[in-house]
């Protein structure tokens, strides 16, 4: 069982993609859901986390530009990506941390730093940005 992402594509630098994830079959209870990123040859890193408080934090790359938002109701997860540039090439996944108990997750700042912390990923979602 994993999450399924969706969204990925090819635009220009400057233009917005909006990723979806899908939580289905995960109780939505005490969590932490994030977006990361791993461009080739790289390590994987953190983009945008939210928790079940509404929580968000941002990497620095993309404050400004990138919005992390959930639809419990859906049970998906989006990540709204304006001004693309170059450099936001990369596989996009959705991975989460789900816990039995209230604050048994990470917090956001934790977790935008320890994708070794995420139990469940998605397979990925391409995305890129061309000049």
């Known amino acids: 069982v994993q999450l399924e992402e969706s969204g990925g594509g090819s635009v220009q630098s400057g233009g917005s993609l909006r990723l979806s994830c899908s939580t289905s079959g995960y109780s939505l209870d005490n969590y932490c859901l994030g977006w990361f990123r791993q461009p080739p040859g790289q390590k994987r890193e953190g983009v945008a986390i939210?928790?079940?408080?509404?929580?968000?934090v941002y990497a620095d790359s993309v404050k400004g530009r990138f919005t992390v938002s959930q639809d419990n109701a859906k049970n998906m997860l989006y990540l709204q990506m304006d001004n693309l540039k170059l450099e936001d090439t990369a596989m996009y996944y959705c991975g989460a941390d789900f816990a039995p108990a209230p604050n048994l997750h990470m917090t956001t700042d934790q977790a935008l730093g320890a994708p070794l912390g995420f139990g469940v990923w998605g397979q990925g979602t391409q995305v890129n940005v061309s000049s």
């Open positions: 939210i928790d079940s408080d509404g929580t968000t």
